[in-house]
């Protein structure tokens, strides 16, 4: 479930839609602001608290903003997260099960998703810090929750030329999700059946947007 409100994050920055004045939280508002769609591949890392790689996944992202993003991970286990308009689908073929979650109950798992919202800021629920990294020809901003029960002690962004390339997240126990993101294209066509999720015969539903 951790890996999940993980993607959640994810489509929060990425789909963030927001209007802020501190210079840091400005910058890294005005890099979200400039992609209205994106397509690329991407490495997922796992590390536990004493550094040690615990898990790699590998995958395929897309989104159009606002709100519209799928996280397709091909291997070691395939999961596909769809999010389109009010509701979440998280399709597992291995457990031949697909959940469906109201996008509302998604933002009380993971504070973060409220910055998929229009007029919501990244002031308000972080204090964003522009990092000095060592990496040249990088731009790496620092997120802290302002939120003492996030899940999260901290999230870094990392954008290269502009374009996001990299996301570091770090829970409280020390324990660390990285993604790496390649053949990355911005601000193009993308086909409207990426964000509809089509439900495969035989599979379970468990539809949670039904309880609201």
């Known amino acids: 479930m951790k890996i999940v409100k993980f993607i959640i994050s994810i489509i929060s920055f990425l789909c963030v839609c927001s209007t802020t004045y501190a210079d840091s939280s ?3 508002t005005a890099l979200f602001n400039a992609v209205h769609t994106m397509r690329a591949d991407f490495i997922q890392t796992i590390y536990d ?6 898990q790699k996944s590998y995958g ?3 989104l159009q903003r606002p709100g519209k993003f799928r996280w397709e991970i091909s291997k070691p286990i395939p999961q596909t997260i769809i999010t389109s308009d009010t ?10 099960q697909v959940t469906i ?4 109950q998604a933002a009380g798992e993971s504070p973060a998703l409220l910055l998929s919202h229009e007029n919501a800021t ?4 972080y204090t964003v810090t522009q990092m000095q990294k060592k990496t040249p020809g990088w731009q790496w901003f620092n997120l802290v929750p302002r939120n003492a029960d996030s899940m999260f002690a901290f999230v870094e962004i990392g954008f290269m030329s502009d374009q996001l390339h990299a996301m570091k997240l770090q829970d409280h126990l020390g324990h660390t ?7 990355i294209q911005t601000n193009i066509n993308l086909p409207t059946a990426l964000f509809v999720f089509k439900k495969p015969a035989n599979v379970d539903v468990i539809d949670e947007t039904r309880r609201h």
């Open 26 to 28: 400005s910058n890294l």
């Open 49 to 54: 608290n004493h550094g040690k790689a615990i």
């Open 60 to 62: 395929k992202m897309a």
């Open 87 to 96: 509701r979440l689908w998280i399709y597992d073929p291995d457990l031949e």
């Open 101 to 104: 979650k109201p996008l509302g």
């Open 122 to 125: 990244i002031d308000k629920d």
């Open 177 to 183: 999700t990285q993604v790496e993101f390649e053949h």
